[in-house]
T-cell receptor
Framework: ETGVTQSPTHLIKTRGQQVTLRCSSQ?????VSWYQQALGQGPQFIFQ???????GRGNFPPRFSGLQFPNYSSELNVNALELDDSALYLC????????????FGPGTRLTVL | ELKVEQNPLFLSMQEGKNYTIYCNYS?????LYWYRQDPGKSLESLFV?????AVKQEGRLMASLDTKARLSTLHITAAVHDLSATYFC?????????FGTGTSLTVIP
């Protein structure tokens, strides 16, 4: 059984640029959630995708957007990067939105200069 | 606004000692999760608590849930250095997790 994978591991961007982060869910999981974890803080929910549709969104601006593909992998896109977007971005997958034990990927460390 | 608060935020304890981390939350939730995070790493699932009165133990860690008090505890017995990490609780009142503030634990030899 393959766990949750994310790419890239690290990324450095400059303010105003756009970035795409990728996540492959654990085998059999159709629900993917994305979190932002700033240094020294707990993860903050960005949004969740279930069967290719957004299924809930946290308090993040529209420049944070996502996609889920038929194989349940997912992308997180961030436009017009700001310095405060520097964080660890975590992807988590679960069997369904209601069976919500989540399994986290290793994360992508994004640095915005 | 839903709040999940952990106490203490920082904990330094000697090897062999016992201690409890507390997690209070402000909404109705029958599901609570504990995670461990090592520096620069992702979250490792420790416990899943799915009902009032649930108690789970793994090695030197034991977690409990009181949904009426909206309180979960993570008890550490006879701490060892390998337990040094940040511990997060998270509640799931719907389709998203709300994480606590985290407790940074350092076990001193």
């Amino acid at each position: 059984e393959t766990g949750v994978t994310q790419s890239p591991t690290h990324l450095i961007k400059t303010r105003g640029q756009q970035v795409t982060l990728r996540c492959s869910s654990q085998s059999g999981h159709n629900t993917v959630s994305w979190y932002q974890q700033a240094l020294g803080q707990g993860p903050q929910f960005i949004f969740q995708y279930y069967r290719e549709e957004e299924n809930g969104r946290g308090n993040f601006p529209p420049r944070f957007s996502g996609l889920q593909f038929p194989n349940y992998s997912s992308e997180l896109n961030v436009n017009a990067l700001e310095l405060d977007d520097s964080a660890l971005y975590l992807c988590a997958s679960s069997l369904s939105p209601s069976l919500n034990e989540q399994f986290f990927g290793p994360g992508t460390r994004l640095t915005v200069l | 606004e839903l709040k999940v608060e952990q106490n203490p935020l920082f904990l330094s304890m000697q090897e062999g000692k016992n201690y409890t981390i507390y997690c209070n939350y402000s909404t109705t939730s029958d599901r609570l999760y504990w995670y461990r995070q090592d520096p620069g790493k992702s979250l490792e699932s420790l416990f899943v608590l799915l009902s009032n009165g649930a108690v789970k133990q793994e090695g030197r860690l034991m977690a409990s849930l009181d949904t009426k008090a909206r309180l979960s505890t993570l008890h550490i017995t006879a701490a060892v250095h390998d337990l040094s990490a940040t511990y997060f609780c998270a509640v799931d009142p719907g389709n998203q997790f709300y994480f606590g503030t985290g407790t940074s634990l350092t076990v001193i030899p």
